[in-house]
């Protein structure tokens, strides 16, 4: 039986990270897995964690099982970073997932039994793995223009063209903030005429919002996921731990649904049921670490300094490149840098000029040219800055 399966196409970055492993030049530079590293190339345990892990270690007495959707704590903690203090906890159902892919993944499935005939529309271009999924469970999506390949910035106007062929029911996904993979984000006065244009079109809104605290701030950046959960009147949010916490390998997201609070009980029903149909009951450890510090002021804040940290030092590793572009170019044109936020930006190298730097430089970029900031350190900007020059980008 099994020889009638076919190989698989393999994925790109993992393909990226094995080259970068067998390489064994020194001074080699990793910019394709999408991981925050510090200045010294390690990916480290937050303060906050470490204390509320040690916390859960001395006070946990089971190991036994949770509540199929997760713990209702959890979800109180995950509303309140995302939306905010005051949400509409009547109309709110939640359920625990692994990982911001599982709460995707868990969007789909839900805006799948609610409406089978449901296109998903995805920003051009996404992250590739939410195509992926898309595939495999069959669903029907089609692109929306958003990056200015010539400007390194969204091209608004093309969005909203292209988003004039929704159709009721239909599904659209939005990037929170923190684009991946352009690192381009929408303006408030954007997020505004989406909401009306989602309202006018009964389109329904499903917001990844996987890098919250990376770009401008908390709040900052679910400003989007608020202002459209306030104007609509059903949005489903898909938020991810693992960056923000640094908390990678526990596997923990959360997705966050908005419906009229008649319908509350029978969504919340569900998100239930699809955990059940799928992994049953999501892994506890990673949420109930986020719990304990999201609900203690003194972790909280130690964790909000930490995510400050993290979020400054990206930013002045994106001016730092900036500033060396500049110097080396005697030109702007890589000022958009400076500009996006997040983990990626989209350079505007072609697959040559990627190769290039690997080649002759030990860069590790994917592709399509998506680069992750937070790879860099101080020493490696002024060696990325030559070798995109020399490779003529």
């Not at 946990?60 to 509540?67: D, F, G, H």
């Not at 303006?187 to 605290?213: C, F, N, R, V």
């Not at 702007?332 to 350079?347: E, P, T, Y």
Request: glycine share 8%; net charge neutral.
């Amino acid at each position: 039986m099994l020889n009638a399966l076919k190989p698989q196409a393999p994925d790109k970055i993992l393909a990226l990270m094995g080259m970068f492993r067998d390489d064994p030049r020194p001074g080699k530079i990793d910019l394709g897995v999408g991981v925050y590293k510090d200045a010294q190339g390690l990916t480290p345990v937050m303060r906050a964690v470490r204390a509320a892990e040690k916390r859960i270690w001395d006070n946990e007495t089971t190991k036994t099982y949770t509540a199929l959707a997760g713990e209702p704590a959890f979800h109180a903690a995950m509303a309140d970073l995302v939306l905010g203090s005051d949400y509409p906890k009547d109309r709110l159902s939640a359920l625990q997932t692994v990982g911001g892919t599982g709460a995707c993944r868990m969007g789909f499935e839900l805006a799948r039994l609610a409406n089978p005939g449901a296109t998903v529309w995805t920003s051009d271009p996404t992250w590739p793995n939410h195509l992926s999924i898309l595939d495999y469970l069959g669903m029907a999506h089609r692109p929306y223009r958003y990056f200015d390949a010539a400007t390194r910035s969204v091209d608004f106007q093309a969005m909203l063209a292209d988003l004039q062929g929704l159709k009721p029911g239909d599904v659209v996904l939005l990037h929170g903030c923190c684009h991946n993979p352009t690192g381009a984000n929408l303006t408030t006065d954007q997020w505004l005429a989406i909401a009306d244009l989602l309202a006018a079109k009964g389109a329904l809104p499903l917001i990844d919002l996987a890098y919250q605290g990376f770009g401008d701030g908390l709040a900052e950046d679910a400003a989007g996921a608020r202002l459209i959960a306030s104007r609509l009147p059903e949005v489903f949010i898909a938020a991810s731990c693992s960056k923000n916490f640094g908390i990678y390998r526990e596997r923990t997201g959360c997705l966050l649904v908005l419906s009229d609070a008649t319908d509350r009980a029978v969504t919340q029903g569900t998100l239930a049921w699809l955990n059940r149909q799928t992994y049953s009951f999501a892994p506890d450890h990673g949420a109930r670490v986020v719990t304990t510090i999201l609900t203690d002021p003194a972790l909280r804040a130690e964790w909000e300094a930490e995510l400050e940290q993290v979020r400054s030092g990206m930013l002045a590793l994106r001016r730092q490149l900036a500033d060396e572009l500049r110097l080396l170019t005697n030109s702007d044109r890589f000022d958009f840098l400076a500009r996006h936020r997040g983990m990626f930006s989209r350079l505007g190298a072609t697959p040559e000029q990627v190769e290039q730097m690997r080649r002759d430089s030990a860069i590790y970029i994917v592709g399509d040219s998506r680069m992750n900031i937070a790879g860099l350190n101080n020493q490696s900007v002024p060696v990325l800055a030559r070798a995109i020059v020399a490779a003529g980008v």
